[in-house]
Every structure is written in structure tokens, then in C-alpha cells.
């Protein structure tokens, strides 16, 4: 075997992946637009004639490229699901299932304004939100679940539809991670009754920062409009301010750039997802290495992340830790990914403050396989060529034969 780079051998890949964000020269042209019309912000004319506000334009054509029939842009991915729950009519204190294995902001956004995280456990071989277990922990405060799609996974949709409806209460998708995937054929955040999506840094659609909620529900829409534009109605005059709502629109600014990177946005899903079908391919038969489910109920991947994870004996004497550190030394990108929310002193804390009552929630399952298990390769590889590919495959084969343990 080929001495580990982490040992002063040779990497199996010294050129760089494809660097993230990508930009070209439509970005460029749609933002001095911007500048030269005199309409910087989300609200007010311009000073240019004949200029088409860029932000609706955007909302419009992200809406549609998600099969939505309503957009309303929102500062973050974060805001998004605080709006998206109170347009739903989440209250403080209603309490809103969701998965721990994702980032903080899932819980934090209900946290925001009073409302109460319920972990439930994930599938093992998917690493999304458990159906089965969600029924369990509906009380006569539950008010909404969040459907979290990890790295562009797509949690079970009909399952967790079915159950809502039953339940009278509302499911979220949490999209952060799934712009460009499909659930039978349509896009995610359409499907339930709202969704979000983040425009953040590291977002296979960016602006820096930004969020954007989807719906079907043109009520929902009008809500979670009023709450992002200070409590105006969208036919209402100006100065009048129907119901509570604060200022959380995007930018012009913000919009050209999205509209910039969409120009590009479906033709690298699809990048993506040849990259990763055929890295799936050279992994399913590696030893130690697990890859996970795939439901042919999703008909896109939109792979913001690819993930796999070390069998579970294979990982007790080779932690994932060093196995990051020596497949990083060959040239691949790769990161931990999560820890169960449940590890988290500062949400059980919030929890104990908004209900007065400490609660201990557990889930074995994302808690052992974040920690121990679960590992991420960027976007950016899957953005790669074919040899990208390749090598990436060799690199996890060349650590994964290194297995012994840690010294």
C-alpha cells in the first residue's frame, strides 16, 4: 500500500477542486444595474427609467425553479423558518418537531420567538427525521414538524405529509441544503405546506447571505410577506400596518447576484449529480465504508453535501477524526459534520428558560452515528471533472486500507 501523505507520502491529488462561490460577468452586469438605478433596498422606486426591480424577478424564478407558485425573499436561512412557523401560526410555547442532526439554526429559529424544539431521532441509513417516531412525540402542543433535507437528501415526504394532515398541524421543509432537489418529480419545499431555503456562503445558490420561503398556499405567502415587510399588506397603503412584522428583506444588491448564479445553478445540479452517481459507484463496495440509502422516491438530489459514514465496528478502532485528517492530507475536502443538537447545553438551556422545566431529550441514532460515524466531501469535489472524481475514490480507498489502530 502507498505511504498515507499524513506520513510524508505522496497525496493521491495535488491540484485544487473548483473554488466556491463561482461567479462570471452576469453578476457583474446585473449589479452595476443595481447601482446605476438608484434602488439599493427591497422596498421603493427607482431612479432610472424602465428599470425591472430585480427582486421579484428573482423571487419569481426561484419559486418556479422549485415548483412553488409564491416566493418571498427573506436576510437569512435562519429568519426563514422563524417566518415560515409564524406564518403558520406557530406560537411561543407551541412546541415543533424536528431532527437533531442539522444545523443549529433548526431549533434556534423557533427558539426565537418562544417556540419549542422536540427532537425526534433520524433513520440510521438515511440520516433524516425518523416517521415512525414522529407520531410518538405529537402532544396537544405540537403546532408544526420540520422536515430537515440533509446535504440535498430528501427526508419522506408522503410519510411525514400523511401524518401532519392526520395531525392538523403544518410540515416545514427545512431546504437549506436541497436547492435543485425533487421529490417525485417536483421540487422540495413545494411539497408541504411552506418552505425555506438559505442563500448563505456556503449554499449551492449564494449571495453571501439571504433565505428565501416557498409556498403554495397564497395565505401563507401573504403572511409570511406582512411579517417580512413590517406588517404591510401587499395591497395596503404604505404607512399601513395591518399586523406586527419587522424589516427582513433581501437587497437589490443581493437579488442581482442570485440572478447571476442561477444562470449556471442547473447545469451544476446536474454536474453534481453525475459526479455522484458515479462516486457511488467506486465506494459501494469499500471496506468500512457505508454509503446510504437511496429512495427512488428522489428524483434529484440537489448534493450540497456528499455524505457517507464508517461502519460501525470498522469506526471503534479507526475514529472518524483521524480518518478525516489522513483522507484531508490526500487532497480531498471532507468535514465532521454534525453533532446531534441534543449535545447541545445551550439549546436545552433556552429550552429550560422558555418552559420553565428541564428537559432531557435523547437520540442514540444521530448521536452516535455524528459523532463517530457520518463524514461530508464538499461540493466543490462534485463540482470537479471526472478525474476529481476518481481520485477522490482512491484517496478514500488508500485511508481505508490504512485502517489500524491509532497510535
Known amino acids: 500500500m502507498d505511504k498515507l501523505a499524513i506520513h510524508g507520502g505522496v497525496p493521491v491529488r495535488n491540484k485544487p477542486y473548483p473554488i466556491w462561490p463561482i461567479s462570471e460577468e452576469e453578476e457583474k452586469r446585473l449589479l452595476s444595474e443595481v447601482i446605476d438605478s438608484g ?7 427607482s431612479n432610472l427609467a424602465g428599470y425591472e426591480a430585480k427582486l421579484p424577478v428573482f423571487e419569481n424564478k ?5 415548483d412553488a407558485g409564491y416566493g418571498v425573499s427573506v436576510v437569512n436561512g435562519t429568519v426563514a423558518i422563524t417566518v415560515a412557523l409564524q406564518a403558520a401560526g406557530v406560537k411561543p ?5 424536528m431532527p437533531p442532526y442539522t444545523f443549529i439554526a433548526t431549533a434556534t429559529a423557533p427558539l426565537m420567538f418562544g417556540a419549542i424544539p422536540v427532537f425526534v431521532d433520524i433513520e440510521e441509513d ?16 405540537t403546532k408544526a414538524i420540520i422536515a430537515v433535507h440533509i446535504g440535498g437528501r430528501v427526508a419522506d415526504l408522503d410519510r411525514l405529509s400523511a401524518i401532519a394532515r392526520k395531525h392538523g398541524i403544518a410540515l416545514i421543509e427545512d431546504a437549506a441544503q436541497a436547492v ?25 445558490l449564494t449571495a453571501g447571505e439571504g433565505g428565501m420561503i416557498v409556498t403554495n398556499d397564497r395565505t401563507l405567502a401573504d403572511k409570511a410577506w406582512s411579517l417580512c415587510n413590517v406588517g404591510r399588506s ?12 419587522w424589516n427582513l428583506r433581501l437587497t437589490e444588491f443581493q437579488a442581482a447576484v442570485l440572478l447571476g448564479q442561477m444562470e449556471r445553478l442547473e447545469e451544476q445540479v446536474e454536474r453534481r449529480n453525475r459526479n455522484a452517481v458515479l462516486l457511488d459507484q467506486l465506494l ?13 422516491r428522489v428524483t434529484r438530489n440537489g448534493f450540497h453535501l456528499y455524505m457517507f459514514y464508517l461502519e460501525e465496528e470498522f469506526a471503534r478502532s479507526f475514529p472518524k477524526s483521524e480518518f478525516m485528517k ?23 438551556n433556552s429550552i429550560e428558560e422558555w418552559t420553565g422545566e428541564k428537559r432531557i431529550q435523547t437520540c442514540p441514532v444521530a448521536e452516535r452515528m455524528g459523532d463517530q460515524q457520518v463524514l461530508w466531501i464538499t461540493q466543490t469535489v462534485l463540482l470537479g471533472d471526472e478525474e476529481g472524481i476518481y481520485d477522490a475514490a482512491r484517496a478514500l480507498k488508500k485511508v481505508a486500507q490504512s485502517h489500524h489502530p491509532v497510535m
Open 180 to 204: 435543485g432537489s425533487q421529490w417525485k418529480g417536483k421540487g422540495v419545499g413545494a411539497i408541504g405546506d411552506i418552505g425555506t431555503f438559505s442563500f448563505q456562503s456556503s449554499k449551492n
Open 93 to 97: 410555547f407551541d412546541e415543533v418537531i
Open 39 to 45: 434602488k439599493w433596498g427591497g422596498s421603493g422606486g
Open 126 to 141: 438515511t440520516m433524516l427525521l425518523d416517521p415512525e417516531k414522529v407520531e410518538e412525540a405529537i402532544t396537544p402542543r
Open 326 to 348: 489522513r483522507l484531508s492530507a490526500e487532497g480531498i475536502p471532507c468535514a465532521s459534520g454534525y453533532s446531534s443538537l441534543t449535545n447541545y447545553d445551550a439549546i436545552q
Open 62 to 66: 426561484f419559486a418556479s425553479f422549485q
Open 284 to 296: 459501494k463496495d469499500m471496506e468500512g465504508v457505508r454509503l446510504f440509502k437511496n429512495d427512488n
Open 234 to 245: 401587499r395591497d395596503g397603503a404604505w404607512y399601513q400596518h395591518d399586523t406586527i412584522g
